[in-house]
């Protein structure tokens, strides 16, 4: 059986700050096929690799007094957030931050990387790649649109941004994997003829954001039945459902995957990812937890759950344990 393209998740962040340059290059160090940065939007159009447009959680913004005026409170997707917001801020602004643990107490160890880079662009993760590529090493970047619809709504269009960086880039005809939780952005790029592989990303429960207003839209959940799935053929090239919609944990939190939504999805020609394997037991099912929410629980009989899938993708937090899980076989074509 062929292996899934293993994807570093926002780089190494099990070791390193998440978005960090050290962060990525750490996860290709460590044998990764695919690296995935998030992207949200500057001021000025730039496309920024943070896992949220709120910055105060992963970079020190709220140590910087010239910064101070600028925290405030924004309804995103329907929550309202308190914080600092990247498009608030020109990239200029946003290169004088250093970068931090967003969850320092599961990682203290990454933690002691801390303000020690700053944030990237997505021209800078590209041509890192670059970098690796004309030393005989091709990552495949696994790009996620964060918030398009709300973007849209500040005057700033993801799918033009993201497009114009691509072909900018040189990247406009090489592989490149686009997804996000909005199914809206997805389409767009397609209309727009961007080269990219479209993952629709799919929560275990919930509404995506750009439907919340619209009463005949579908759930996550019925995104993932077979009529869902029939639209999404349509649409995008593949889907990437939170892990546990594939552990399929009944009322103990005992594992009963792999659920039959890969078969379903693969009889219908879309790739399944999923997202995301990390060994920490504040991230394992219950019945895989042994110590304290720090500790690394069983994560290798979760994770071999995972590997029965047959899978295409698997973002993973710590690039070299994913290496190990699900590295074994040769890649598939798919994945």
């Not at 999805?265 to 399944?272: D, K, N, T, Y």
């Amino acid at each position: 059986m062929s292996r899934p393209l293993i994807i570093g998740h926002r780089g190494a962040p099990g070791y390193r700050p998440e978005h960090t340059r050290g962060s990525y290059e750490l996860a290709i160090e460590m044998g990764v096929d695919a690296v995935e940065p998030d992207i949200v939007v500057s001021n000025d159009g730039i496309l920024v690799i943070r896992h949220e447009n709120e910055l105060s959680t992963s970079t020190d913004v709220a140590d910087h007094p010239e910064f101070a005026q600028r925290r405030t409170t924004k309804r995103i997707d329907g929550l309202d957030h308190v914080g600092w917001f990247a498009e608030d801020f020109t990239w200029d602004e946003l290169a004088t931050l250093r970068c931090r643990e967003r969850i320092p107490g599961i990682r203290p160890g990454s933690a002691s990387f801390d303000d020690r880079e700053p944030p990237l662009r997505l021209r800078d993760l590209l041509a890192l790649l670059d970098d690796h590529r004309a030393r005989g090493r091709e990552v495949i970047p696994v790009i996620e649109v964060k918030h398009a619809s709300y973007f849209a709504e500040c005057g700033h269009d993801m799918a033009a941004l993201l497009d114009a960086e691509l072909a900018s880039t040189g990247w406009k005809r090489r592989r490149v994997v686009i997804e996000s939780f909005e199914l809206t952005i997805l389409r767009r790029l397609r209309e727009r003829g961007t080269h990219a592989e479209l993952v629709f990303l799919l929560e275990a429960g919930g509404i995506p954001a750009d439907q919340l207003t619209d009463p005949t839209s579908r759930s996550y959940t019925e995104w993932m039945t077979p009529e869902g799935l029939d639209v999404l053929a349509a649409h995008v090239d593949g889907i990437s459902p939170d892990k546990t919609v594939i552990l399929a944990p009944d009322a103990e939190g005992r594992a009963t995957g792999p659920a039959p939504v890969v078969a379903r999805a693969h009889e219908r020609g879309l790739a399944v990812f999923t997202w995301t394997c990390r060994p920490e037991n504040a991230f394992l099912l219950p019945p895989f937890r042994t110590g304290d929410l720090a500790d690394y629980g069983d994560w290798r009989s979760e994770w071999a759950v995972l590997a029965r899938a047959g899978l295409d993708g698997v973002f993973v937090d710590h690039a070299d344990l994913g290496v190990e899980v699900f590295g074994t076989e040769p890649i598939g074509e798919g994945g």
